[in-house]
Structure formats: C-alpha cells, structure tokens
C-alpha cells in the first residue's frame, strides 16, 4: 500500500499535513469519529461525509467477535461492508484490555479476552490480529498492545511496555506491505516511554500512535508524559494521540504537534444532553432553555442548528424522545469539524498560538 506524509505548513510546533494512503488523502490535524462496532453512534456514514469527515477508526477484534470475518468476507472490504469509503484505522484490542469484562489474562505470547457479546473465550495472538486486519482491508492497522492500568505499580507496567514491544516486533514482521503504526506505552514513567519510543523506531512503522494516556491520571501528569513523548519522534512521521477528545485537549495537543485524535468524547457528551458551542459547553435539559428560540450555536450551520430551536431540543430531551440524541451528535460533530478546520487556517496563516489562548478562555 502506498503511503506518504508530508509537512505542508508548520507554525511553532503544529503543523498542517498530507497524508496519502493507498488513493486516499487525508490533511491533518484530524480527528476520527469512533466506530468501535461498525458504526459512529446514531449517525450515518452518509451524513458523517456530508459534514466532512474521511476518516475513522474501528476495532478489528470487536469486528472478530461480530459479526465475525466470515461475514465480512462476503464483501471486498470493511469499505463495502460499512458503505463508507474514506480513510479506516483499525484498532487492535489492546485498550480493551483496561475495560471491564474484555480481559481474561495476558500470556507472554499472547491475551485471552472474552467477547462482550457471547462471554465466549479467545485465545489472540499479536499476529492474528494483523490477520483479521489483512481480512479487513482497513487502510491503517495498529498491532496488538498492552494499554496498562494508571493505577498499576512501575513493575507491572515494565512488563506490558516490554511485551508491548516484543509483539509489535511480531506484528511488523507479517505486514506484507500494509499500513501499519506502532504504539507507545510506558504509561506515566519516562523511562519506559523513552525505551518502548527507542525500540517502535528501530521497527519503522509509518506512523506513531502514544497510547496509555487519558487513562485516569491527572492531566498535568498526562501533559508532563505527552511533553516528552512527542520530543522522542521524527517530525517526519505522523504523531496520533489515542482516545482524546475534548476541545481544550486538541488545542493544546496540536501546539504539541500531535497530528490524529480519535475519541467517543463528543458522541457520548451528545447522548448525555451536552453540546459545544463558541461560548462553552451547554447541557440542553436545563430549564433555561425551555423557551429558547436560538440554535444551539447562532454561528453553526449544521443541520440541526439550521433546523432546530434550543427549545424544541428541550422538549424532546424532556419528554425523552431520541431524536434530540441524533441532533446532538450532528451539531457536536459537526462542531469539531468546524473547529478543526479553523485551526487549520490559522496553522496555515501563523496565528495558531493566538487562538489557542483564545479558546483556553472558554469552556469546551
Ligand atoms: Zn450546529
């Protein structure tokens, strides 16, 4: 698969890219919408496009458990198979293992997980996940990881950062020619960073994931561990900063010179009546906005701000009616798409600083 990256425009240390991937492109900074089981909650793939976004992340073990690769097979790709042909990623199962009920135990070559849908038992290795992703046909694999718990001790955490490295050694072995990143771990200590950073170099991958953060440690520990991580990477190469979503973090983190982001955050905060908006964040159940007549940001034009009132969202969270959940996602997808965009521009123009401490003002 053809792949290429390259720096189109730099101000301080963000920076605005062109990724190529087969005969797709891609420029970043991008945030993927996550579609952990097939789909980004509540909303089409048709509409996903409309608002702009080429590009998402899926899981190729979850895929595994369901529908199963035989299912998938049946179609030319996960493309078809979804009916949405822009960029894929497919993650790899290794941040399951910090979510109740996936995990059963790791091995030295391999993990046992339950699948979340039948409690049935499988025994995965780091090369069969290469192998459901070779059967995927996504554009960009993730080889199979140890994402550790913040709260392990410094021991439990060497042990993953080594086994982290060893199985991504298995997984670039048998790429035969795909995308693939590798992924950082260490958790919060920087010794472990630097060694897992050293070895995932030596390996090549075309890009580099820093996994294991945004896990439950204090954000200034996080920021601290992301500091030192970005300075151990080639600029030459894609920097993506897994599971990370609020406004304020993808600010800082592209100053950093983070380029890829990927989280449910802004899904999940519309389902929970929380949208963004350019003066802060609002939860629409409020009684304040029984009698709104304004969109949810006066300067969106997304569907629903087209469309909608604050008060007639009101009512259908009120009487709980799931439309509102759609019409949130929408806006709040939409929302970051826009601002995406605008940091773009500005990365382009060099005034990417000044607006970061603009918006650090408000409360996204
Ligand atoms: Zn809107």
Redesign the pocket.
């Known amino acids: 698969m053809k792949f290429e990256f390259k720096i189109i425009h730099t101000d301080n240390n963000a920076r605005v890219c062109e990724m190529i991937i087969g005969s797709k492109r891609i420029e970043t900074p991008i945030f993927l919408p996550v579609a952990t089981k097939g789909c980004v909650k509540l909303i089409t793939w048709q509409e996903l496009k409309e608002i702009g976004y080429n590009a998402t992340i899926t899981n190729a073990l979850i895929l595994y458990f369901k529908p199963g690769l035989d299912v998938i097979e049946k179609f030319k790709s996960i493309h078809e198979f979804f009916g949405f042909d822009g960029v894929i990623f497919t993650d790899s199962g290794g941040f399951q293992m910090i979510r109740a009920g996936f995990l059963e135990r790791i091995h030295e070559d391999y993990a046992v997980f339950r699948s979340p849908f039948d409690n049935s038992r499988h025994k995965i290795t780091p090369e069969f996940i290469v192998e459901i992703q070779k059967r995927l046909k996504s554009d960009i694999f993730m080889p199979l990881d140890i994402c550790p718990r913040y709260d392990m001790n410094y021991n439990r955490i060497k042990e993953a950062t080594i086994r982290t490295v060893k199985w991504a050694k298995k997984c670039k072995k048998i790429l035969d020619g795909n995308v693939m990143f590798g992924i950082i771990q260490g958790g919060v200590f920087l010794d472990l960073r630097k060694y897992c950073t050293k070895e995932l170099l030596d390996l090549d991958f075309h890009g580099y994931a820093i996994g294991g953060l945004s896990v439950g440690e204090p954000k200034d520990l996080m920021y601290k561990v992301l500091k030192f991580n970005v300075k151990l990477l080639p600029e030459e190469k894609p920097r993506y900063f897994m599971g990370l979503g609020s406004i304020e973090d993808i600010f800082k983190c592209i100053s950093l010179g983070i380029d890829i982001f990927d989280s449910s955050f802004p899904t999940r905060n519309a389902r929970h009546d929380t949208v963004y908006t350019s003066s802060g964040k609002i939860i629409i159940n409020r009684a304040k906005y029984k009698y709104d007549r304004r969109?949810?940001?006066e300067s969106?034009s997304?569907f629903?701000?087209r469309n909608y009132t604050r008060a007639y969202l009101h009512h259908l969270s009120k009487v709980n009616e799931f439309l509102y959940k759609r019409l949130l996602t929408i806006?709040n997808l939409?929302?970051i798409k826009k601002i995406l965009d605008e940091i773009k521009k500005a990365i382009k123009q060099n005034y990417f600083e000044e607006m970061l401490k603009e918006n650090l003002k408000t409360k996204n």
Request: overall charge negative; aromatic content about 20%.
């Open positions: 969109p949810l940001d969106c997304c629903t701000c806006h939409y929302f």
